[in-house]
């Protein structure tokens, strides 16, 4: 295939609009498409499957960066590499640049104070993943504009140009064919530029009265966002999905300067650390188990001594804020990022997403040249587009929790809140990990439900108490966490984890700590009444409980932790009979990589639930018509145990006539964020060697020096015996026998 260079676009350049840099269009060879089968056409052919196509980021090398001291900043502004993106000392010019911006904004703020109060500032590992993206725009665009050329052969030699210029509509539309009066606008993005779509509904509806029309077709990578769908319904523009997937080429270093492009500036100022070994975790790998680099700040299911590629679950849990209010600032800098780019319809994130329901449903044991680990989250997509928040924590705890469930035993999986046991509360290990902690706070939630449900003033909660039997009208009763049986798809070498749902149990028990109003438990009380009581609660209240523990949202992180749980295993019983990525982790017991990020012990957790057992968490007083006051009492405490796992495995068959699109969501999410009916799925990849290396393509067999001495073997071969052959048939000729 032949690259020839345009001549350039037709016309001069309108106003404010520069004239880009035309994309090379190659010649093909062979009969044009029928343009009625083009994307536009009568007989529009189907695009077919989604292709990838490769773009260049110049700044992907810098992820993972630690912040830049002050004069690490204050050195970059003198030097000229910061006027060349992808180079340090440009993104530190581009963060000085922010947060001086940031700071007027507020000084303004505090000399009139009536305005709204700005924002806060991102900090630098925030704004860094928002920045880097952008960087790499002007190269998706152009990127997206050749796969389409290629795949749907528009060659120069079929008249199609690129870059052409409408002087009437003060645009340069990226694909055109002037004979046939087609123009294409390219957008590997699901946005679009309102200024440009202006534009275009001035150019097509002054083409409307005309006898031979041209036409404008807007083409996506990807479906279109909702408001750009109906931006252009109302212009009158028709689009076509060429479905297509980006994957950013990490160049692994920064840009040559043009005045010294040896890379040996001496003003240079870029880290000496090294840059990721073609994307992903940083050369050396993560430390102390901190916030990573690499494809996203984030390190998920990550062994040690292993690289974290780029996919989608990592950058886009990176892109989400800590808060709302840090996701909303986010969605600003990405916009205004964007728009300096030249491509304001590139400003896309997560939207739309509820992380707290971020939960671990598939994983993979992969071999890319190294062992690793295919994986996927799961989240609920909200009804609104509002910018998406909590994805860090919510990932970090469903990976570091799946490691634990991993490196301890599974007897270390109980927690105990009895007011007679503050010696029984939890392991010692485990009592050092956020899943320990999500096990004892959601064993005291337990207790909260219980009161919300029981509450006299409430319609359920006098109907309880009023079906109470017995003097006192008294519960007292053990009542636990335990799995439920859990639904997924064990294949070859993936889990699919379809359903992880949790069960409480509950039994009558008479503990001796004396409680409210100073009783201990309901010892006293009448054995029928008891039974009564207890029968009583089952059927009205633990129903409640247990609905609660599978939905709340205060009980979303045992849910999160629970699914890992159910993955670990998965990998726990894997590992008994052959090598896997986390092998070596099991049952060591060593969890300090994955220690708790947030500070507690387990005996203020117990503090805080032997203080509500004594003081209870209401108090309500009756009065009888004798003037009575009659107490009612309730007693309830527990545990969460995570030792045993059941397990319900469906076929093949039941899961390809249950789940069809779940092994292609759950696959196409390591790419990109995927879906299937209201679920998110984003997916993320490890591997135990450098990326450049795992998934480097092939090198041709020309390119070894073995291919071409095994080569000459049966050429030189061949030689020789023709060599024989000859010298035998001369040799017996009448010729040859003559001299």
């Known amino acids: 295939m032949t690259l020839v260079a345009l001549c350039g676009p037709l016309g001069w350049a309108g106003p404010g609009v520069a004239a880009p840099k035309p994309v090379p269009l190659p010649s093909f060879e062979g009969p044009a498409p029928d343009p009625e089968t083009l994307p536009g056409g009568s007989r529009q052919a189907r695009m077919g499957p989604r292709q990838t196509y490769e773009y260049r980021n110049p700044s992907e090398w810098l992820r993972g960066r630690a912040e830049p001291k002050s004069h690490e900043v204050a050195a970059a502004m003198l030097n000229r590499r910061a006027k060349i993106p992808g180079t340090w000392e440009h993104a530190l010019r581009r963060w000085q640049d922010y947060q001086l911006d940031k700071a007027e904004k507020l000084d303004k703020f505090l000399r009139n104070p009536g305005s709204k109060r700005p924002s806060k500032a991102l900090p630098w590992h925030k704004w860094l993943v928002k920045f880097l993206p952008t960087q790499g725009n002007d190269y998706q665009g152009k990127a997206y504009v050749r796969h389409l050329v290629d795949r749907l052969r528009l060659g120069a ?413 998965w990998f726990r019983k894997r590992s008994a009979t052959k090598h896997t990525v986390y092998s070596d982790l099991i049952g060591k017991g060593e969890i300090s990589r994955w220690a708790s990020r947030e500070k507690w012990t387990p005996r203020e957790v117990f503090d805080r639930y032997v203080q509500s057992y004594k003081n209870g968490e209401f108090k309500v007083k009756r009065t009888t018509t004798k003037g009575k006051v009659i107490y009612a009492r309730t007693y309830i405490y527990g545990g969460v145990d995570f030792s045993q796992i059941n397990q319900k495995r469906l076929s093949a068959t039941e899961f390809t006539r249950d789940h069809p699109a779940l092994t292609a969501t759950a696959r196409n999410a390591l790419h990109e964020p995927s879906g299937e009916g209201r679920d998110v799925w984003l997916g993320g990849q490890t591997t135990a060697v450098p990326l450049a290396e795992a998934f480097a393509s092939p090198d041709p067999a020309t390119s070894k020096p073995l291919f071409y001495v095994l080569g000459a073997v049966p050429l030189t071969a061949w030689l020789v015996m023709g060599g024989m052959l000859l010298w035998r048939r001369r040799a017996n000729s009448p010729t040859g026998a003559g001299r």
């Open 157 to 569: 030699n079929h008249g199609w140009q690129t870059e052409l210029q409408v002087p009437e509509a003060d645009r340069f539309y990226d694909l055109a064919n002037v004979e046939l009066g087609l123009f294409y606008e390219a957008k590997s993005g699901s946005g679009i530029d309102p200024k440009e779509l202006a534009r275009d509904k001035a150019f097509v509806e002054a083409e409307r009265g005309k006898p031979n029309p041209r036409r404008l077709v807007y083409i996506f990578a990807v479906q279109p966002s909702g408001n750009a769908k109906k931006l252009l319904a109302e212009a009158g523009i028709p689009y076509v999905v060429v479905p297509a997937l980006k994957k950013v080429i990490n160049t692994g270093g920064p840009p040559a300067d043009p005045q010294d492009p040896s890379g040996t500036d001496p003003e240079g100022t870029d880290p000496d650390d090294g840059g990721p070994d073609g994307g992903g975790t940083p050369k050396g790998g993560p430390q102390d188990g901190g916030l990573q680099g690499g494809a996203a700040a984030d390190d998920l299911l990550r062994a040690p001594d292993q690289y974290q590629a780029p996919a989608a679950a990592p950058a886009e849990i990176a892109e989400s804020g800590d808060t709302r209010e840090q996701a909303a600032e986010m969605r600003e800098v990405g916009r205004q990022l964007a728009a300096e780019s030249g491509h304001p319809e590139l400003a896309e994130d997560l939207g739309g997403v509820d992380f707290s329901t971020l939960e671990l449903r598939y994983v993979s044991d992969t071999y890319h040249n190294g062992s690793g680990v295919q994986y996927a989250f799961k989240a609920d997509a909200l009804t609104t587009d509002e910018p998406s928040f909590g994805g860090p924590r919510a990932a970090r705890l469903a990976s570091d929790s799946f490691f634990v469930w991993l490196a301890l035993p599974p007897s270390a999986f109980t927690v105990n809140l009895n007011p007679d046991e503050p010696d029984r509360i939890i392991d010692e290990k485990f009592g050092r990990t956020d899943a320990g902690r999500v096990l004892l706070e959601a064993d005291l939630a337990m207790k909260k439900s219980v009161a919300k449900f029981i509450h006299p003033n409430t319609p359920g909660g006098k109907k309880f108490w009023d079906s109470l039997r017995g003097e006192a009208k008294c519960v007292s009763m053990r009542q636990w966490i335990v799995p439920d049986t859990a639904t997924v798809r064990d294949g070859d070498d993936e889990l699919f984890i379809l359903d992880a749902p949790l069960l409480v149990k509950m039994e009558s028990e008479v503990i001796k700590t004396p409680g409210v109003g100073g009783g201990k438990g309901c010892g006293q009380q009448d054995e029928a009444s008891t039974r009564h009581n207890e029968s009583l609660y089952r059927t009205t209240i633990l129903p409640q409980i247990q609905k609660a523990v599978n939905s709340a949202p205060e009980y979303a992180d045992l849910r999160r932790v629970y699914a890992s749980r159910v993955a670990a295993e």
